[in-house]
């Protein structure tokens, strides 16, 4: 892959993305062989401090059921991901440092290692250096952090409280993590209100420049009980499937060694193929909910998320199925 804007924009509009598509199959096997990782997603918290103009779960909307995890629903969600064969849970959050706070993560990531044997991934915003290192020398070994949009101006508009001077907060903490032994992950939306065409083509450079390990990619699925929802501006970026997968197939070029998660807004966006168009296109990661039942629809980023629910057998035939059609298979990791 060419890594210049002019060659990435090219692909982005050209009229047929098929070459595209067997450019980054091809390059997903040479680089990361015939697996698909499957990583269990538990959602700890939609108590969120942060009123972001775009998110479901924003401070400001008074209609999300809130709900947060015991420490104890959390380890039985993690040893369920262990008896399905994962080797990673992923411990995601609304931002609230305090209810999850330095002491309490540390708590259980320990035991989540400690019983389990899984992996710990965190995604649970931006929070202090003693924070991200005290979690780190507890064991988490992955942190994901999506700075959404490397537009500052953007980013600022639909994040109230950002800094309004000096660098992006998200690409610095970023790289904060690295420093600190993090594999680090990061991704960005695709069709936000006022996105450009040229800032998503800046924001696939930023990824290899950032040397993610982890890529995600989404389309932007409005909220009507969010600002940003209910008074969209216009975006030059199409929220589609075709153009997400244009998207994760030029990260897997332009970052070869990443591991791409096939999203769950993907699979929102087309409940019948949006899986299988992902991993069609250079993913090589799954990560099915493990949130109890009872919480797991009031985690609710946008409208209408679907949940890939890994305990029912039929969930994980259906999964194994799409793989096998891919030549594909699941591994842990």
Known sequence: MDPTPQAIRAALTAPDPEPLFAEARAERFRSKGNGVFLRGLIELSNRCLRDCL???????????????????DVLASARLARDLGFGTVVLQAGENAALWTRQRVSTLVRRIRSETGQRVTLSLGERAEADTAAWREAGAERYLLRFETSDLSLFRAIHPGAPAEGPHPRIGMLRRLRAQGY??????????????????????LLFRELHLDMIGLGPYLADPQTPLGADPAPSEVPVSVGFTCRCYALARLLCPWANIPSTTALSTLDPAEGRIRGLSSGANVFMPNLTPDACRADYRIYPGKICAVAPQADSMEALRADFAALGLVQCEG
Do not use: F, K, W
């Open 54 to 72: 775009y998110c479901g779960m924003r401070r400001s909307n008074p209609h999300p059921r809130r709900y947060a995890l015991s420490d104890d």
């Open 183 to 204: 594999e680090i992950g990061s991704g960005i939306m695709l069709g936000i209100p006022g996105q450009t065409l040229d800032s998503v083509v800046r924001d696939l």
